[in-house]
């Protein structure tokens, strides 16, 4: 049984009021929503008030929300739909496997794609952006929390430059929404991509917003669901479980409660820094969604530490769960600028709206033991305390 589970980013548990809104559409409310009959009719119906709870908490209107089948399948659509052979594309080196994978189907296509880096503390410029345009880009692709660190990208600025060059303008909220308010206006994007495992709704479900007059070609052909930019009859329960989701992500915000998670995050942050010499935040100078935190452990292996952990009864891991068979180091702590060895060091923890306060206490508790053990049989760390210095810039 796990004593805590921080590996919110790769997926979080459903919600139990979520669950509760899905069952009857298990059972006793089933029905396809095309069908003419009232079980269909109903079935229609709390589909719809799900895409209502949906666009509220993004701001749209709910005729521009449509329906996928998760944050990879809504990032896809955005690009493979929008993106033509001779179009020039401009994303971010950082961005989650389902954009930079997509950008590079595209670039088969006869795309060009531009990948911007970042800075040290995690955020593209917008200058870059800026300075990246051409007369044939077509789209921008820029997530709004990256997945590792939670590091919140400047997407309010690159949304006006986009509109200012009359430039389509999508945006990967898949780790965004639900832990920071979203406005689609004040963003300017013209797609949004969201999934529903990752606030607290079921797998298998998420959304894209497309904004109204946006011309989207669809991924998949068959029946005219989601006003032909989906085909597939809708997933109604999952469906159901998102709009429940986020109807409870909204009350949340205006219940404060995300600046409780983020103190629950900060203190876990600092504690770990206190306690333990020779931590580091990855990103920790640049905003951030309240429930994420990349952690650096000096001379210990990340993967290392996140099975003593799991030992303990405490889910983490070394990044995004897609790159969790690689052995690569994880490309987005590399693109701050950090060493293969300090990116190898890192262990990202990601709360979630469940997390309690002793979850946090007991991480603490195992921390310090676990970080010293591994140390213990560190050669990393051994020729670091030979040389009385730091590992940086020590290769592994
Ligand atoms: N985008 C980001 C930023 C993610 O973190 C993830 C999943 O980790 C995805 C997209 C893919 O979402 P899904 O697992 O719903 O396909």
Request: hydrophobic fraction near 40%; proline fraction near 5%.
């Amino acid at each position: 049984m796990d004593k805590a589970y921080l590996d919110n980013n790769a997926t979080a548990p459903l919600l139990p009021e979520a669950f509760e809104a899905m069952r009857p559409f298990f059972f006793e409310k089933f029905g396809n929503a095309s069908s003419l009959y009232e079980r269909g009719h109903q079935a229609r119906t709390a589909l719809e008030q799900a895409r209502g709870r949906v666009a509220r908490l993004l701001g749209a209107s709910p005729q521009e929300i449509v329906f996928t089948g998760g944050g990879t399948e809504g990032d896809t659509m955005a690009i493979l739909g929008l993106v033509s052979p001779g179009d020039h594309v401009i994303t971010t080196a950082i961005e989650h496997h389902a954009v930079l994978h997509s950008c590079r189907r595209a670039e088969t296509l006869g795309a060009q794609v531009t990948r911007l880096g970042i800075g040290g503390d995690g955020q593209v410029s917008p200058d870059d952006v800026r300075a990246a345009l051409r007369p044939n880009t077509r789209l921008i692709s820029v997530m709004m929390a990256n997945n590792e660190t939670g590091v919140v990208q400047p997407i309010e600025a690159i949304g006006r430059i986009a509109a200012e060059a009359n430039v389509l303008f999508h945006t990967d909220a898949v780790q965004a929404a639900g832990k920071i308010p979203i406005d689609v206006a004040r963003i300017q994007c013209h797609l949004l991509t969201l999934s529903g495992h990752k606030l607290h709704a079921p797998l298998g479900v998420g959304a894209l917003y497309v904004r109204k007059g946006t011309l989207l070609r669809p991924l998949l052909h068959g029946g005219t669901q989601e006003r032909g930019m989906r085909a597939g009859t809708e997933n109604l329960p999952g469906i159901v479980g998102l709009g429940a989701a986020a109807e409870l992500a909204v009350e949340w915000f205006v219940a404060g409660k995300a600046a409780k998670l983020a103190a629950l995050r900060d203190r876990l942050e600092r504690t770990a820094i206190e306690e333990i010499e020779h931590t580091r935040v990855n990103g920790g100078s640049a905003p951030r969604v309240p429930n994420t935190t990349s952690l650096g452990f000096e001379g210990v292996a990340g993967k290392s530490l996140v099975v003593s952990l799991d030992f303990k009864g405490v889910c983490a891991s070394t990044g995004s769960a897609c790159s969790a068979g690689s052995s690569a180091p994880p490309y987005v702590l590399m693109a701050m600028g950090l060493t293969a060895e300090q990116a190898y060091s890192s262990v990202r923890f990601s709360l979630g709206k469940q997390t309690t306060e002793e979850e946090i206490d007991y991480v603490l508790d195992c921390l310090p033991e676990v970080v010293a053990q591994l140390r213990a049989i560190s050669p990393i760390w051994k020729k670091r305390s030979l040389r009385g210095g730091s590992v940086e810039g020590v290769g592994s």
